[in-house]
């Protein structure tokens, strides 16, 4: 961009898909202003909140992710939901652009015979 001001793009979740998606923006050619939000106290979703302690290789996965936040210039602002704290006019109003990378805040249930059987 010229001397104006950076293109502001507000990223909602910071999970791996939000996190990339600000790395992946940060080293473009394009000067911009990331700010990403988090539902939770704490950024990278399931690979924190989901995966067993017993997967270490997948929890690895929080080391790469770790290092886009640790460059400062993605601002992550955690414990704002989305709906609740913050809704799209919210985001309309003061972004150029919003990415919208969540996850489901619930199960969804499968129509599958037999999953309500004990081991299943």
């Known amino acids: 961009m ?3 001001r950076p293109l502001r793009v507000a990223i909602v979740g910071a999970g791996p898909a939000g996190i990339y998606a ?3 923006l ?4 394009v000067e911009v202003s990331i700010d990403l939000f988090e539902r939770l106290p704490a950024p990278f979703g399931l690979v924190r909140y989901g995966v067993a302690p017993d ?3 997948i929890k690895q996965i929080i080391v790469a992710l770790h290092k886009v936040l640790a460059r400062g210039d993605v601002r992550l602002l955690a414990n704002v ?5 913050l809704k799209l006019d ?4 003061f972004y150029d652009a919003v990415i919208f990378s ?3 805040i619930r199960d969804a ?3 599958i015979e037999g999953i309500d059987l004990p081991g299943s």
Not at 26 to 29: A, C
Not at 81 to 85: E, H, L
């Open 109 to 111: 249930a499968l129509p």
């Open 22 to 24: 600000a790395d992946i």
């Open 102 to 104: 969540t996850g489901s």
């Open 55 to 57: 997967h270490p290789r």
């Open 26 to 29: 940060s080293k473009t050619d």
């Open 2 to 4: 010229s001397s104006s």
């Open 81 to 85: 939901d989305y709906g609740v704290d």
């Open 90 to 93: 919210d985001l309309r109003q």
